[in-house]
T-cell receptor, first 119, second 113 residues
Framework: AQTVTQSQPEMSVQEAETVTLSCTYD???????LFWYKQPPSRQMILVIR??????QNATENRFSVNFQKAAKSFSLKISDSQLGDAAMYFC????????????????FGTGTLLAVQP | DGGITQSPKYLFRKEGQNVTLSCEQNLNHDAMYWYRQDPGQGLRLIYY???????QKGDIAEGYSVSREKKESFPLTVTSAQKNPTAFYLC????????????FGSGTRLTVV
């Protein structure tokens, strides 16, 4: 079974600085999707960024980018120019590729990293 | 606007009582999911459904039940058999063949009183 591990329960960053959140996963599959979700105090889950495993290029969305290392099964999130609104719980998640059949749409989540942004 | 609506936002349950959490979506998504969120444990899958009139147990289905009579609706019942139901419950949906992540509802906070 696939697992997702976030080893940093809490992180802190100064406003305008850069922070990297770690995520590792365990799978025997070669095709899959990885996601980072943000959960602010409102508790609404917001998709931040996604990465297809077959793509070598790291995904980027404005100030958010990932460092995807497939061989190491690592998927870290870098937040540049941190803003107060970035303060939230961040979850890393894994999803199988549809080609494997079965219940492929299940997202498997890590335990989250709580990010504080200091003014 | 399309989205997922969860109600109520807050729910209080007495010991031994069954309660039902509502989840409705107008996104025309085939698959729907219920997750439970506890501090330090991330999101754990309770039940999921990929098609009307069919659903599957997730990792922590004991003490819960669901139905999927309509594509738009996937209610979750927390039964008296669930011994520790106090948690935050999130409903989500996705197109079955979609390559994107879930669309989430805004959640229901359930508290046992």
């Amino acid at each position: 079974a696939q697992t997702v591990t976030q080893s940093q329960p809490e992180m802190s960053v100064q406003e305008a600085e850069t922070v990297t959140l770690s995520c590792t996963y365990d799978t025997s599959e070669s095709d899959y999707y990885l996601f980072w979700y943000k959960q602010p105090p409102s508790r609404q889950m917001i998709l931040v960024i996604r990465q297809e495993a077959y793509k070598q290029q790291n995904a980027t969305e404005n100030r958010f980018s990932v460092n995807f290392q497939k061989a190491a099964k690592s998927f870290s999130l870098k937040i540049s120019d941190s803003q107060l609104g970035d303060a939230a719980m961040y979850f890393c998640a894994y999803r199988r590729d549809p080609s494997y059949g079965g219940a492929t749409n299940k997202l498997i989540f890590g335990t989250g990293t709580l990010l504080a942004v200091q003014p | 606007d399309g989205g997922i609506t969860q109600s109520p936002k807050y729910l209080f349950r007495k010991e031994g009582q069954n309660v039902t959490l509502s989840c409705e979506q107008n996104l025309n998504h085939d698959a729907m999911y219920w997750y439970r969120q506890d501090p330090g444990q991330g999101l754990r899958l309770i039940y999921y459904s990929q098609i009307v009139n069919d659903f599957q147990k997730g990792d922590i289905a004991e003490g819960y039940s669901v139905s999927r009579e309509k594509k738009e609706s996937f209610p979750l019942t927390v039964t008296s058999a669930q011994k520790n139901p106090t948690a935050f419950y999130l409903c989500a949906s996705t197109p079955v063949e979609g390559l994107y992540g879930y669309t989430f509802g805004s959640g229901t906070r359930l508290t046992v009183v």
